[in-house]
């Protein structure tokens, strides 16, 4: 399987780079791509996981990406909707997938930083436990992130819920995972 990995670089989410170490047969994309490119490189792929920060209209392309504020947007709607197994791993990326019908495994708000634990009312929210819940989260999708999906959402909705009995922010973030 061909897997193209989206994750602009933005030293707040490198603990989303364990997620696709284990993958070989992969393209990674962090900067430079045109719109046009990224539509062309999600046709010649088997699976896209996408990763970083976002909104409701796509994953948000740090700066990294010339002429565009979302590098995954409406305009590449068509083509990831040929593909079934994507992964969507962004603050609200459950909105872009339930508005156009995508399927795959995928996040809702996530919380990845202190400030933002801050702003979702998640009291007392450290550094340390925003660490912990943030590595914890990489290293358990990341074992299996080569499987389908269902698989993928079984585990870690299985293993990091484990972890969310003891750590708030991973407690947060795990009623915010889906899959369609």
Known sequence: MKTLVIHPKD??????????????????????CTPEEIIELIKTHDRVI?????TPRGL???????????????NMVKELSKKTDNVYIWCHADEFVKEHKLKGFYSGMF??????????????ATQKVVTESNNEFGRILGEVINEKTVDIFDYVTSVYGEMA????????????????
Do not use: W
């Open 11 to 32: 030293e707040t989410t490198t603990f989303l780079d364990s997620i696709y170490k284990g993958i070989e047969n992969k393209t990674v994309v962090q900067e430079g």
């Open 50 to 54: 996408m990763l970083g920060h976002g």
């Open 60 to 74: 948000l392309s740090m700066g990294r990406f010339p002429n565009c504020g979302h590098v995954i947007n409406k």
């Open 111 to 124: 919380v990845s930083e202190v400030d933002e634990a801050f702003y979702e009312r998640i009291n007392d």
């Open 165 to 180: 009995e003891s750590n708030k922010v991973a407690r947060y973030n795990h009623k915010r995972l889906y899959m369609s």
